[in-house]
């Protein structure tokens, strides 16, 4: 008797935590350190969230995006993978009106099937914005990455 292993077109779950920075060009520029929380939800699919604090045109401020993300090649575990997502952000600031922008992304991970990487990213929402970081992954015990 064998153990139980992936079945065929299991999808790869995961959870994920990322640490970076996010610059945002616009008539009010942002930038700031940032933190995002992840869930692979099927195969192809993460939907992710994240938080900034930072300078905001001279103030504290904060932006706040969730996306719905598409990967690529999400079980790579040698090379990078690409993914792109839309969603929504909010960004504010104290003694001015937070605004919700539309947002698109486009970005590319480093071995997205293995427990940790880089991450890059370019998007337009609220501006031109640009991040980078390191991301944690969780795999289920059935995936040996």
């Known amino acids: 008797?064998?153990?139980?292993?992936?079945?065929?077109?299991?999808?790869?779950?995961?959870?994920?935590?990322?640490?970076?920075?996010?610059?945002?060009?616009?008539?009010?520029?942002?930038?700031?350190?940032?933190?995002?929380?992840?869930r692979r939800t099927t195969g192809q699919g993460r939907l992710s969230?994240?938080?900034?604090?930072?300078?905001?045109?001279?103030?504290?401020?904060?932006?706040?995006?969730?996306?719905?993300?598409?990967?690529?090649?999400p079980a790579e575990r040698t090379g990078a993978g690409p993914y792109g997502g839309l969603g929504l952000t909010f960004v504010g600031a104290e003694g001015t009106a937070g605004a919700t922008y539309?947002?698109?992304l486009l970005g590319v991970e480093q071995r997205?099937?293995?427990?940790?990487?880089?991450?890059?990213?370019?998007g337009l929402g609220g501006g031109v914005r640009f991040g980078a970081g390191w991301r944690f992954r969780r795999f289920p015990k059935w995936w040996s990455p």
């Open 1 to 38: 008797m064998s153990a139980a292993g992936p079945l065929c077109g299991q999808a790869l779950r995961a959870t994920e935590i990322g640490v970076g920075a996010v610059v945002v060009l616009a008539d009010r520029d942002f930038f700031g350190p940032e933190l995002r929380v992840a």
């Open 102 to 104: 539309l947002t698109t």
């Open 49 to 73: 969230f994240a938080a900034a604090c930072g300078d905001y045109e001279h103030s504290l401020g904060v932006r706040l995006e969730a996306t719905a993300q598409f990967m690529l090649r």
């Open 112 to 122: 997205p099937g293995t427990h940790s990487g880089w991450y890059a990213e370019v």
